[in-house]
């Protein structure tokens, strides 16, 4: 019999999915940095075509200037029961991580992210107007009915399978007809929102429009990273979080995703029901926080 479990106050269960077209995958290089010991994964690079190019074919094009890798953030933070993340420098395909990053958790709701961006894009290749009606809700407001509606519209697990292969996924695992417990790690996580900010998964017709609205998260399920980067940064930040307290367990499972121009984070936690939600927001927060540096930091008012 499947487990019982509460989100938001409400009884939470869910269905299937299915996959998308192509990704990027990460080879492990260990890596230290002031006393924290990192590993760093260089992703190939994906950009969307541009149109209305000036070049002609007497002209060279500009060599683009080589990206200077940041460098190797250090994340220092405790708590009370189990966390991981895992960070993307957009620039030069570098991921930092903890060193447990390829542990995985349940998704929750950070998985409607690419149930989105799946629908979006089999709806263009079929050439017909995707449902807005439950895509909007399911993002802005982490709407599980929509959610559920959407996963087996996508085909339930077929979904999950796609982006698995989409993105190429390493520590991805599917929970046959419940979206919410799909296994996945951080490192995985942040492939998926590069994955998402590329154009790979819901691509060129739709990627700006899903990122958009990922950037008008509200209610209970803004939070985390957004939290923990300056007024500038947080205007223009794409997330999508999970957050579920299990009653078989006892525990919250708690995820934050935030895509932003030249980065990916990621944050999984897991830790006691007792601590409640405010917990693991505020340590996803502190994690960007310090990976971030104090150029993205929160500045307090009048500060």
């Avoid at 405010?278 to 540096?293: D, E, I, P, R, T």
Wanted: glycine share 8%; hydrophobic share 45%; proline share 5%.
């Amino acid at each position: 019999m499947a487990a019982f479990r509460l989100r938001n106050s409400a009884l939470h269960r869910a269905s299937v999915i299915v996959a998308c077209v192509a990704g990027v995958a990460g080879i492990l290089v260990a890596a230290a940095a002031g006393g924290a010991r990192l590993r760093h994964y260089p992703v190939a690079s994906w950009h969307l075509p541009t149109t209305g190019s000036t070049e002609t074919a007497d002209e060279e094009p500009a060599d683009a200037p080589t990206p200077v890798a940041r460098p190797a953030p250090t994340v220092t933070l405790s708590v009370d029961g189990k966390f991981s993340w895992a960070f993307l420098d957009r620039a030069t395909g570098t991921v930092y991580s903890s060193e447990n990053a390829t542990t995985t958790s349940y998704t929750e709701s950070m998985v409607k992210a690419w149930l989105a961006a799946d629908s979006l894009s089999r709806s263009a290749a079929a050439g017909r107007q995707p449902n807005l009606n439950l895509i909007v809700p399911m993002i802005l407001d982490s709407d599980d009915n929509a959610a559920e509606t959407i996963y087996l519209n996508n085909g339930a697990d077929a979904t999950i399978r796609r982006m698995i292969q989409t993105c190429h996924l390493a520590n991805t695992t599917i929970r046959s007809y419940w979206w919410s417990l799909t296994m996945m790690s951080a490192r995985d996580a942040v492939q998926l929102g590069k994955c998402i900010a590329d154009g790979t998964a819901a691509g060129p017709q739709w990627t700006n429009w899903l990122l958009d609205e990922m950037r008008k998260v509200r209610g209970e399920g803004r939070f985390g990273i957004i939290d923990g980067v300056n007024s500038a940064t947080a205007a223009t930040l794409a997330i999508k979080n999970g957050w579920t307290l299990h009653v078989d367990d006892g525990k919250w499972h708690v995820n934050c995703l935030a895509i932003d121009n030249d980065w990916v984070l990621a944050v999984m936690l897991t830790y006691p029901g007792g601590r409640g939600l405010g917990y693991g927001a505020s340590a996803c927060a502190s994690v960007a926080k310090q990976v971030l540096g104090p150029k993205q930091v929160v500045v307090p008012p009048g500060g």
